[in-house]
């Protein structure tokens, strides 16, 4: 801790006739005026504002050396004061030098509103306040570079899942279940499912025995944790998901999965009998494929699926951002660049048309694993989702193997501001169009909808994850929530989300070793195991009074909606 | 819960036992409806079993339209009963002005007689059916309920007692006698009731009732709807499991034990430690909108005349099932079954488990497979 030694000033004449001092303000407190221009960059413009309190610091300086985005900078700072000395005291003007925390008023070291300076300070004398009237659009574009952030988006005006209540209760008509006695079932399909007139099955002796190739199938839990890739998240935050999925797998039997994100995974990984809770990704940038196609033929396993990422729901239709300042050695390895923005282009490159999509990349990444393992496709939720939906489900293969769709609430590790708040789809509305569409045609559960974007915004996943069950998904993949339980204090309305900058205050969303030492991954795993276990009962606890012991997928009859508008759309029924 | 009552005989027997059944089960107040299907027919019907028979509520501006449908698709007029009824005012029961059970000659030139109806006689018949009931939806004209050789279908809104007495269904001696007859009373919880919603219902062959709420009723219609244009309707949850007993068996063409597979899949860790797993799991997810999850017992009738019984996963509806050398008579409740033959041997009653189907042969073997 640096120390600083008070300078008391005392005039050494004291006879009533001194000089004034140079400020001229009369009182004897000399502060230096520099000329402030309103042109210049100020706390007041930045969206968070540093609140600090002189008189309960003790100037330990651990707030300012745990700052990870040097918003803040201790400063040497001359402060008046009036003191009283002598046998008779007589106040006397006089001054001191102070050690002062000030916030750095630039748009690049910019306080994000982490809080860790609060949290490590030992008197409570920092923290941060949010600016409701900042100016940080309109003073954050110089150098006419856009504003890029990560975390989320914070322009929705509305949380629908909150307006739905689970309202069909079983009383009297059917009894409710016991959620601690009954048994429930509650994985969903994941991989092409074949209308049972299709499927390819011949009577012997009375019993139906397979007679011929059937999708690829996995049974999955509903919940599993969105694709994140090593890059956006630190090794180690990647890790202890890892750790987590393999846990729940083998300790607790939740079939809980897990994908990978675009940006390849660890090669012993690749090797092990783990990688069957993998869903492994491929984006348009092909990031880490290099490492995956030579690790394939020493595979002791399949992964769990592979998951084709044509758009993300926090910035739909942009490709995979990851900045420079991210880009370790170590990622450099895993997805064989050098040290560079990384910037997934916004379409496979080759992909011209929709019946591609079957053509080439279904039929290819199918066949790469023997038409063992489910290929499925991960959208931006938007206004073409049905048309996407149907063509999909018209594949004459049966090599389509689940539609992901990701909302406009979901998050990201680093885009353009401009997109994250104003492109994309909400996604109840579309998740509800593409199973009702899949209901039109009598093709429901055929191809397996999964659903993101916002789901667990609020820390209640299992809500959130059965109400969109209820109106048609097979399940849901929520990623941001896994990182909070890890310590990320990154929220909706605008807290950190500083995930594009590599300085991640809790070692989540960076490589600099320094600061993913924050991180615990035993403490992450832990967390993220306690909440899905939590998670497995919360779900019983809301299948039990509908009296549903199996997932309730498409049982929108269970929900009501408190607003008519939602009701509507959504096509449930209104309640108030 | 819905009172079911269904007996098997090797003689034909009287309605009048089910209805006595229905009393003995019935909890307070209870007016809404009486409801039952006769099979493999003596009584007046006895001679004209090959013959399809219309079995329909109607105005005479229905009767009319339906005789003028019937006549140009070319069918005639084979035997036609005209039910003697009490027609007091006092009874409680909603009539309508005409009742009608009359056996039909196919159109030429489907105008053959086998024991079983041909492809090409079955699809006449359903299609006719179809016919008959859109062009009688209109102004409450009428109600069809099935049309089909040996197969006899009576459905009312009241109270069964003064739906009996209305019929004359008291009369064990009555015209109306079947070696298979399935009938339920349901519980009032809609006003609102139509004739249509009471099971047991009829298709091609299948008769089906069952009592509980289907929790998934939303998710078998939205799935049903496409899969066949005879699945319309769903006044009732319960009509979904006549739907899916018709899909597996008379489309899919499956063994009967997969229609219980279908409506109470085993769980994921029962089918991981079978042989043929993959296929329950293929199975499964094909139709997990045919799932029923809730708490029901399901009767069913198959076109060959057997009965079956099978109960939802975690068998939250009674059933039990009597029998004496010359019937099987079950219900929802112990005490129907003693009202028809008390003197059985009760511990040869069957309660079917929940992972059970119990089917009742014509020569009255019950065999009981383990899903």
Same mark, same amino acid.
């Given at each position: 801790m640096e120390s600083v030694e008070l300078q008391v000033q005392v005039p050494a $004449?004291?006879?009533?006739n001194e000089s004034k001092p140079a400020?001229?303000?009369?009182?004897g407190r000399a502060f230096a005026i520099k000329p402030t221009y309103v042109r210049d960059p100020h706390p007041?413009?930045?969206?968070w504002k540093i609140a600090w309190n002189p008189e309960t610091?003790?100037? +330990?300086g651990s707030c300012v050396s745990t700052c990870t985005f040097g918003a803040i900078q201790s400063e040497l700072q001359k402060q008046g004061q009036t003191l009283s000395a002598g046998p008779v005291p007589k106040p006397v003007d006089a001054s001191q030098i102070i050690l002062a925390i000030k916030q750095v008023s630039d748009t690049k070291h910019y306080?994000? /509103? +982490?809080?860790m300076c609060e949290k490590v300070c030992p008197t409570n004398s920092i923290r941060p306040v949010e600016n409701?009237?900042?100016?940080f659009p309109l003073v954050a574009r110089h150098g006419a570079s856009p504003i890029k952030r990560g975390?989320?988006?914070?322009? =929705?005006? =509305?949380?629908?899942l909150d307006y739905l209540?689970?309202?069909r209760i079983s009383q009297m008509t059917d009894p409710s279940l016991d959620a601690a006695r009954h048994t429930f079932d509650l994985l969903t399909p994941l991989g092409r499912g074949l209308p049972a007139d299709e499927l390819p099955l011949k009577v012997e002796n009375g019993k139906l025995v397979p007679s011929g190739w059937t999708p690829p199938l996995r049974w999955i839990y509903p919940v599993m944790i969105g694709d994140m890739s090593v890059g956006a998240l630190s090794w180690r935050m990647w890790e202890a998901l890892a750790l987590a999925v393999a846990y729940l797998n083998e300790e607790h039997g939740m079939p809980v999965r897990m994908s990978s994100g675009e940006g390849g995974m660890p090669n012993r990984l690749l090797k092990s009998?783990?990688? $069957?809770?993998f869903i492994i990704q491929i984006a348009?940038?092909?990031?880490g494929w290099n490492r995956i196609i030579k690790a394939m033929p020493e595979m002791a396993t399949d992964p769990a699926g592979i998951l084709i990422k044509i758009?993300?729901?926090? $910035?739909?239709?942009d490709g995979g951002l990851l900045p420079a300042e991210k880009v370790a050695s170590h990622i450099q390895a895993i997805r064989g660049v050098p040290k560079a923005d990384l910037l997934s282009p916004p379409n496979h490159q080759g992909l011209y048309s929709i019946e591609e999509s079957v053509q080439k990349m279904f039929l290819s990444m199918n066949a790469a694993w023997k038409f063992r393992v489910p290929v499925a496709i991960k959208v931006a939720a938007s206004s073409t989702s049905v048309a996407v939906f149907n063509n999909l489900v018209r594949?004459?293969?049966? =090599?389509?193997?689940g539609y992901f769709l990701d909302g406009i609430q979901g998050g990201t590790g680093a885009a353009h501001e401009v997109s994250m708040d104003h492109t994309g789809h909400p996604i109840l509305s579309k998740l509800r169009d593409c199973y009702l569409a899949a209901v039109d045609q009598g093709k429901q559960g055929q191809i397996p909808l999964f659903v993101g974007g916002g789901? /667990?915004? @609020? /820390?209640d996943l299992a809500a959130d994850a059965f109400k969109a069950i209820c109106l048609g998904a097979n399940g849901v993949f929520s990623a941001k929530i896994w990182l909070q339980l890890a310590?990320?204090?990154?929220?909706? $309305?605008?807290? +950190?989300?500083?995930?594009? @900058?590599?300085?991640c205050p809790v070692g989540? +969303?960076?490589?600099d070793p320094r600061l993913v030492a924050r991180l615990d991954v035993d403490t992450a795993a832990q967390n993220i195991v306690d909440y899905f276990l939590a998670l497995d009962v919360e779900l019983k606890k809301l299948m039990a009074p509908i009296g549903n012991s199996t997932l309730p997928i498409?049982?929108?009859?269970a929900l009501v909606a408190m607003d008519k508008a939602i009701a509507e759309r959504l096509q449930v029924a209104y309640a108030c | 819960m819905c009172r079911m009552a269904a007996i098997k005989s090797k003689h034909p027997v009287s309605p009048a036992l089910t209805l006595r059944m229905m009393l003995a089960m019935?909890?307070? #107040?209870?007016?809404?409806g009486f409801a039952m299907v006769m099979q493999d027919l003596g009584g007046a019907f006895a001679e004209f079993k090959k013959f399809p028979l219309l079995s329909m509520a109607c105005s005479s501006a229905g009767l009319e339209r339906a005789e003028e449908i019937l006549e140009t698709m070319g069918f005639s007029p084979k035997f036609d009963y005209q039910p003697d009824v009490?027609?007091?005012?006092?009874?409680?029961f909603k009539r309508m002005p005409h009742y009608v059970f009359r056996n039909y000659r196919y159109p030429e030139p489907l105008n053959v007689y086998h024991e079983h109806p041909t492809p090409e006689q079955k699809k006449l018949l359903l299609d006719t059916r179809l016919k008959l009931r859109k062009a009688l939806s #209109?102004?409450?004209q009428g109600y069809v309920y099935s049309f089909w050789p040996d197969v006899l279908t009576l459905k009312e809104i009241g109270d069964p007692r003064d739906i009996g007495t209305y019929f004359q269904l008291?009369?064990?001696?009555?015209?109306l006698q079947a070696r298979v007859i399935s009938a339920q009373c349901r519980q009032?919880?809609?006003?609102?009731?139509?004739?249509?919603?009471?099971?047991?219902f009829f298709l091609e062959g299948y008769t089906l009732m069952g009592n509980g709420e289907n929790t998934f009723y939303q998710k078998n219609k939205e799935f049903q709807q #496409?899969?066949?244009?005879?699945?319309?309707?769903?006044?009732?949850?319960?009509?979904c499991f006549l739907y899916t007993l018709h899909y597996v068996?008379?489309?899919?063409?499956?063994?009967?034990e997969y229609f219980k597979h279908v409506i109470t899949p085993l769980t994921f860790e029962e089918m991981n430690d079978r042989a043929d797993g993959e296929t329950l799991r293929r199975i499964r997810q094909s139709?997990? #909108?045919?799932?029923?999850?809730?708490p029901n017992t399901v009767v069913f009738v198959l076109p060959d005349n057997r009965m079956g019984v099978v109960a939802d996963a975690k068998k939250l509806r009674p059933y039990v099932i009597g029998r004496d050398d010359d019937m099987v008579v079950s219900a929802s409740e112990v005490c129907g079954v003693n009202m028809v033959i008390?003197?059985?041997?009760?511990?040869?009653?069957i309660y079917p488990g929940e992972r059970e189907t119990v089917v009742v042969n014509n020569a009255l073997e019950v065999e009981r497979w383990n899903q």
């Open positions: $004449k004291n006879n009533g400020n001229g303000n009369g009182n007041m413009d930045l969206p610091c003790i100037r +330990c306080c994000r /509103g +982490c809080s409701e009237h900042h100016r975390g989320r988006g914070h322009h =929705i005006p =509305i949380r629908v209540k689970v309202g009998e783990y990688l $069957k809770y348009s940038g092909h990031f758009g993300q729901g926090a $910035k739909p239709g594949d004459p293969y049966h =090599i389509v193997g789901f /667990g915004d @609020t /820390g310590g990320c204090v990154g929220n909706e $309305k605008g807290r +950190c989300n500083a995930c594009n @900058t590599g300085h989540i +969303c960076t490589q498409g049982r929108s009859d | 019935q909890k307070g #107040h209870d007016n809404s009490v027609n007091d005012p006092a009874l409680d #209109h102004e409450n008291w009369n064990e001696d009555h015209w009032n919880t809609n006003y609102k009731i139509v004739r249509y919603a009471a099971h047991p #496409h899969l066949h244009s005879s699945y319309i309707g769903f006044e009732s949850d319960t009509q068996c008379e489309q899919l063409h499956w063994p009967l139709l997990m #909108h045919l799932e029923i999850n809730g008390p003197q059985r041997d009760t511990e040869r009653d």
